[in-house]
């Protein structure tokens, strides 16, 4: 399966070759302030699965100091892009927001919220809600490993 996605403004080309692993809801003030929004709705992929077509058209900024995620906007439109993600014992990933990806089959529905206490309002929706910083780190690597099993039998 190929999928061929952009940022907003179509400056910000890349493929995904792959299954994603998840989608989160990410309600973190990093992700706010990122995606100027609410919340970051984001699709999780194994980063071999994402290749970049023109990343020098994107602009990397560390939002915070110690700095696991690199967060990528586009150079034109300023949207957000791509993130890349190097967690020990995890493999490398690459997320990509949602909006990024066309309806399709590399476009799975939402699985869980995390980061939940510092949302900006309620969200009403029957999937899991993590609170806390424990929580949601947790939520957010047994996203992972799941998707990595499902996939080894796909």
Do not use: W
């Not at 194994?46 to 690199?70: C, G, M, P, W, Y």
């Not at 206490?117 to 992972?144: C, M, W």
Request: proline share 6%; with cysteine; net charge positive.
């Amino acid at each position: 399966m190929q999928q061929e996605c952009s940022c907003q403004c179509g400056s910000n080309k890349f493929s995904i070759e792959g299954q994603a692993l998840s989608r989160i809801i990410c309600h973190c003030t990093t992700c706010q302030e990122f995606n100027a929004a609410g919340f970051g709705d984001i699709t999780i992929f194994r980063s071999k699965d994402v290749k970049t077509h023109n990343i020098e058209s994107t602009f990397f900024k560390a939002l915070k100091r110690q700095q696991v995620v690199e967060r990528g906007k586009c150079i034109q439109c300023a949207k957000p892009t791509i993130e890349f993600v190097n967690l020990p014992l995890f493999p490398s990933l690459t997320l990509v927001p949602s909006m990024n990806i066309p309806d399709g089959p590399a476009l799975p529905e939402p699985s869980a919220h995390i980061f939940y206490h510092s949302r900006t309002s309620e969200v009403e929706d029957n999937l899991p809600k993590r609170k806390g910083y424990a929580l949601s780190q947790l939520e957010f690597g047994i996203q992972i490993i799941s998707g990595s099993i499902k996939n080894l039998f796909k």
